[in-house]
T-cell receptor, first 116, second 115 residues
């Protein structure tokens, strides 16, 4: 069975602070995919990133960066110089390569509040 | 943005009544999914479809059925709604599977309240 744990249920920071959202996963698959989604107050789910298990290279996109470490089964997400618009619930998710389609196992989500 | 439309967006229904939620896509993607979102649980898979008339159960399928008669439409039916099915329901689509796995795109969600 697959499992995704986001231990931080809520994080509050002041604008311009850096913040890291933790994600730990469990899977028996040798090939799998990890995702981050953002859910702003308006409620839609916005895709942020997909990472393949065989590619441990970290990724940076603007103020966002992701640290994937297979040794610790973690896929952490860092926002640099946070902004009020980053306030949202962030979900980490996992999909196995043998799934029929892209069936995602989600973590419980981390609510990020960025205060001005 | 991926062309996914959920209807209705909001619904209040009474316990014991059947309810059908509709997901319509314009992307011609093979795979479609229904998830429910509840506080503390993230999103959990209810049912999914891997083609017309091809569906299977997800993690929380009890009390739900689905149908897919056309590529573009995926219906979720609550056979006899219960208060525990009060939730936000999301439809998602994705294009490929296996080692060519791609991201799933989500609809806007349907907020269902069972009273």
């Amino acid at each position: 069975a697959q499992k995704v744990t986001q231990a931080q249920t809520e994080i509050s920071v002041v604008e311009k602070e850096d913040v890291t959202l933790d994600c730990v996963y469990e899977t028996r698959d040798t090939t799998y995919y990890l995702f981050w989604y953002k859910q702003p107050p308006s409620g839609e789910l916005v895709f942020l990133i997909r990472r393949n298990s065989f590619d441990e290279q970290n990724e940076i996109s603007g103020r966002y960066s992701w640290n994937f470490q297979k040794s610790t089964s973690s896929f952490n997400f860092t926002i640099t110089a946070s902004q009020v618009v980053d306030s949202a619930v962030y979900f980490c998710a996992l999909s196995g390569a043998n799934n029929a389609g892209n069936m995602l196992t989600f973590g419980g989500g981390t609510r990020l509040m960025v205060k001005p | 943005d991926a062309g996914i439309t959920q209807s209705p967006r909001h619904k209040v229904t009474e316990t014991g009544t059947p309810v059908t939620l509709r997901c319509h896509q314009t992307e011609n993607h093979r795979y479609m999914y229904w998830y429910r979102q509840d506080p503390g649980h993230g999103l959990r898979l209810i049912h999914y479809s891997y083609g017309v008339k091809d569906t299977d159960k997800g993690e929380v399928s009890d009390g739900y059925s689905v149908s897919r008669s056309k590529t573009e439409d995926f219906l979720l039916t609550l056979e006899s709604a219960t208060s525990s099915q009060t939730s936000v329901y999301f439809c998602a689509i994705s294009a490929l599977s296996g080692h060519l796995n791609t991201e799933a795109f989500f609809g806007q969600g349907t907020r269902l309240t069972v009273v």
